[in-house]
């Protein structure tokens, strides 16, 4: 009885183990989730969204800047002191472009 009762278990065990196993296993190298390739979307904009140089800027957006800044009189007296860069980033925080 006892005999029976422990083959039993045994071959549960095996048709446990059995079924948890991938039926169509793959090398490392054929599914692209392993190797790295695909990312979360906060960690691929964090690594591919990077900050422009002041240089880098187009004169549109040089002048859309301008016309943010010159509704604060502040800002306006620092962006002709010290330029547009300057004075956004002290009123409005880090350039949106």
Known sequence: MKTLVVLVLCSLAVI?????ADPDPQPAGDN????GMFVERDEASTVVRQKRAAG??????????RE?????????????TA???????????????
């Open 16 to 20: 446990c183990v059995i079924s948890d």
């Open 56 to 65: 880098q800027l187009s004169l549109v957006q040089l002048e859309s800047l």
């Open 32 to 35: 692209p989730a392993q190797d």
């Open 68 to 80: 943010v800044c010159e509704a604060n009189l502040g800002c306006e007296h620092m962006m002709d």
């Open 83 to 97: 330029g547009i860069i300057a004075a956004y980033t002290a009123y409005y925080g880090p350039i949106p472009y």
